[in-house]
């Protein structure tokens, strides 16, 4: 509870809403204990007295009754009726939508047959009709009100039920011999009690609101009782002459709703996981740059693609994660550079970082540079960054269902990757489209260049996200663990395909992975990382030989060798450190056995000596004797 108010009270609005909210209802809550006059007492010879009159502070109605009184018991007595309109259309609704979701078929038929003819009617007819049927009066107007909300509810817990009712966790539920009733209630309810709390907290402002609009034609709250709605019907007639008899309500109203609403926004903004990160932000178009020290916009490098000293973090509420830590790397022309370590490495946002991809909030570049071809793209105008992805920096994701749009063809798809940087038409379009396909080895390309996603393997898939990278003749491509989820047969076709494309055209490949056999087989140079460092780099087959680092030797310790004689195989013990808690020294002096205590006192630096570079005092080898 007290993580949920933080989350929401890092919602300005959501906590102005919350204040204001909670002073109505604490209003409404001691309204029978304040010495309020008689609201339903008349005095026609007080009749319309002016707000501030002598002993009415709100002034009076055109019956002489006290406005302060009327308000406070009308707002009391709107909130209650609002509040019960959302539970009962709540409950109804969600089980409605429970039942129909879980047992599909022709429950699931009957059910939602039934909601979708209650909402073939504009609601505020039907709720008009069944107040007509029912007759006036406030009990009357809450059940109004509350059917004609229960097709919400139970449109939006069914279609979250039915995601639900298939999961491994509720057929383990069944195999355990579990009734229907307790898989409902212990399985399905827990996961979709959060979405009925979030569909209430932004309805209920909305069920007051229709109540009231009942109650102002003379449908719900009857005279001499009153709420807010009958307080603004029965002070239209003077609403020229004598204002304040329908603003004080309806100012009451206002409140209401708003405070309601924007309380709302926050409880679902706090309660969504995906959002919890930073309540009602949305990510930027490229990543917030916020560096100290600008470097040069334009300097010569040697490589293709430099990074220089990339810090990139994460900022959740008062924590900082440091995701990057002075990360420098490059990569030529025709090169693959492997970049490899444990999950939570710095892997991935590096290389988002290039491109400006890592979402913002919470995440930050705060120094460093991106150079391609020795101009600086980080901090650079969204419109150029825009033009320089895909067209000169291409990315290949690690899930190509995920990155793939399942509701558009995939040859449209590719397409829409060419016409993105420069006009084509579509028969040129599709004609480079089945090209890019055939250039990836995918047989049967003009009839593939029709298919969605979910009608390809998981090979193919990921060859469509290679040929789009290719789409536009990138000089740079970044693969990020792009052959992690397939087979060991359809790897290696990737990475033979990979090569093969680099060699033909020349391309730099910053190639992401956990395995340091599709680094052996792949990558010209590898670099090591670790808490968002670098730890070792150099070339590839001296690094595998005889690794400096020991945390590179254990990681190699891990790969098992085929043919090689039976041998233990290793496991490097705890676990990486906190990135937002780094001890001083050695990231990775916890887990090391060669450990001692100058590791853990100052920052060590990545002493380079040749083609190779390690972050360490007592390395496993001497590379400054391997590469004199």
Known sequence: ????????????????????????????????????????????ADRYLRPLSDGHLLGTDQLGRDLLSRLLWGTRLSLGVGAAAAIFAAVSGAAVGIVAGYFGGRTDNLLMRGVDMLM????????????????????????????????????????ITVGLAHKEFVDAAKLAGM????????????????????????????MILETAGLSFLGLGSQPPQADLGSMLGEARSALITNPHVSVIPGFMILVIVMSINLLGDGVRDALDPRLKSGALSRPMAATRVDRRTRPDREIPTEGLLSLEDLHTQFHVKNRVYKAVSGVSLSVKPGECLGVIGESGSGKSVTALSIMGLVASPPGVITGGAARLEGRDMIGAPYPELRSLRGRRVAYIFQDPLATLHPLYKVG??????????????????????????????????????????????????????????????????????????????????????????????????????????????????????????????????????APAHPYTARLIACVPELGEGKRKLEAIPGLPPSVDDLPKGCAFADRCVKVQAGCMVNDIPLERAGARAVRCLHPETEIAEETA
């Open 1 to 44: 509870m007290s993580a949920f108010l933080k989350l929401l009270a890092r919602n300005r609005l959501a906590l102005g809403g919350l204040i204001v909210m909670g002073l109505v209802v604490a209003l409404a809550l001691i309204t029978p204990l304040l010495p309020l006059a008689d609201p339903d007492v008349t005095n026609t």
């Open 120 to 159: 073939a009617f504009p609601y505020i007819l039907l709720a008009l009709a069944i107040v007509a049927a029912l007759g006036p009066g406030l009990v009357n107007a809450l059940i109004a009100v509350a059917v004609v909300n229960i097709p919400f509810f139970a449109r939006n817990i069914r279609g």
């Open 179 to 206: 009734s229907h009733a307790r898989i409902i209630l212990s399985e399905i309810l827990p996961n979709v009690v959060p979405v009925i709390v979030i569909a209430m907290s932004t309805t209920i402002g909305w």
């Open 412 to 545: 449209d798809q590719l397409i829409e990757a060419i016409s993105c940087h420069r006009p084509i038409s579509k028969a040129e379009g599709r004609a480079k489209a089945i090209e890019l396909l055939k250039s990836v080895r995918i047989p049967n390309a003009e009839s593939r260049i029709d298919s969605y996603p979910h009608e390809m393997s998981g090979g193919m898939r990921q060859r469509v996200g290679i040929a789009m990278a290719l789409a536009n003749d990138p000089d740079v491509i970044i693969a990020d663990e792009p052959t992690t989820a397939l087979d060991v047969t359809v790897q290696a076709q990737i990475l033979s395909l990979l090569d093969d494309l680099r060699r033909e055209r020349g391309l730099a490949i910053v190639f992401i992975t956990h395995d340091f056999g599709v680094v052996g087989q792949l990558c010209d140079r590898v670099a090591v990382m670790y808490a968002g460092r670098i730890v070792e780099q150099g070339p590839t087959r001296p690094v595998l030989d």
